[in-house]
C-alpha cells in the first residue's frame, strides 16, 4: 500500500526555520518525482515545489524561492523541505504529493495527510 | 494575481449536472494538459480528472473534462451528496516555470 506522511510541522515564529519530511512507504521511490504542495486555513491550493526523482531537475515557487529548499534522499524514502525566514503568510498544511511524471503535467495520485506549520510570535 | 479563475461556489441538486469553469491563459491552460482535483472537508486532494479529460481508475464516469483555447470545464451529472466538495483545476505554467490552480470551487449539493 503506497503510504506518504509528512512530519515536522508546528509553531515558529517569524523569520525561524522548520524542516519538513515525507516517509513515502508501499512504492520504489527512486522512480517517482514528489511535490510539497500547501493550503493556508480556510484558502485554495498552491504548489510549493518539485523535485525530479534523481535530484536532478527542481522548481520552486517565487513565494518561497530562495527560502525553502526541498531535497530527497532515495536511499532513506524520504522527500524534504527545508524553510527558512518563515513568515505569516507561509502558516498552512503542508502535503507531499507523488508525481506520476506527465510531462509539464500535474498528475498526482497519492497525497500525505498534511503537516500544519503555524508562524506566529 | 490569479493566474487560473475558477467560480468560488456552483451548487446543484441531487441528480442534476453541474459544470464548473477554469480560465487560464495561453502560458498554461492554453498550451497545457489541465487536470481536476477534488477536496472533500478535511481531507487530501484526490485527482479527479488527468490530461484535460482522463479518468484515473476508480473516478466515476459522472465526473467529466473538456478544455477549450484557454479554459477548461468539469462536469459532473446525476449529482450526488458525496460529490459536495472543493474542486480544483491545476495545470503547469510555462512563464512561471511552475504549476498553477485555480482558486477552487466549492460545490454544494442541495
Known amino acids: 500500500e503506497v503510504q506518504l506522511v509528512e512530519s515536522g510541522g508546528g509553531l515558529v515564529q517569524p523569520g525561524g526555520s522548520l524542516r519538513l519530511s515525507c516517509a513515502a512507504s508501499?512504492?520504489?521511490?527512486?522512480?517517482?518525482?514528489m511535490n510539497w504542495v500547501r493550503q493556508a486555513p480556510g484558502k485554495g491550493l498552491e504548489w510549493v515545489s518539485y523535485?525530479?526523482?534523481?535530484?536532478?531537475?527542481?522548481y520552486y515557487a517565487d513565494s518561497v524561492k530562495g527560502r525553502f529548499t526541498i531535497s530527497r534522499d532515495n536511499a532513506k524514502n524520504s522527500l524534504y523541505l527545508q524553510m527558512n525566514s518563515l513568515r505569516d503568510e507561509d502558516t498552512a498544511v503542508y502535503y507531499c504529493?507523488?508525481?506520476?511524471?506527465?510531462?509539464?503535467?500535474?498528475?498526482?495520485?497519492?497525497w500525505g495527510q498534511g503537516t500544519l506549520v503555524t508562524v506566529s510570535s | 494575481q490569479t493566474v487560473v479563475t475558477q467560480p468560488p461556489s456552483a451548487s446543484g441538486t441531487p441528480g442534476q449536472r453541474v459544470t464548473i469553469s477554469c480560465t487560464g491563459s495561453?502560458?498554461?491552460?492554453?498550451?497545457?494538459?489541465v487536470y481536476w482535483y477534488q477536496q472533500l472537508p478535511g481531507t487530501a486532494p484526490k485527482l479527479l480528472i488527468y490530461?484535460?479529460?482522463q479518468r484515473p481508475s476508480g473516478v466515476p464516469d459522472r465526473f467529466s473534462g473538456s478544455k477549450s483555447g484557454t479554459s477548461a470545464s468539469l462536469a459532473i451529472s446525476g449529482l450526488r451528496s458525496e460529490d459536495e466538495a472543493d474542486y480544483y483545476c491545476?495545470?503547469?505554467?510555462?512563464?512561471?516555470?511552475?504549476?498553477?490552480f485555480g482558486g477552487g470551487t466549492k460545490l454544494t449539493v442541495l
Open positions: 504529493a507523488r508525481d506520476l511524471g506527465d510531462s509539464y503535467g500535474v498528475r498526482w495520485d497519492y
Open positions: 508501499g512504492f520504489t521511490f527512486s522512480s517517482y518525482s
Open positions: 523535485i525530479s526523482s534523481s535530484s536532478s531537475l527542481i
Open positions: 495561453s502560458s498554461n491552460i492554453g498550451s497545457k494538459y
Open positions: 490530461r484535460n479529460n
Open positions: 491545476a495545470a503547469w505554467d510555462d512563464s512561471l516555470s511552475g504549476v498553477v
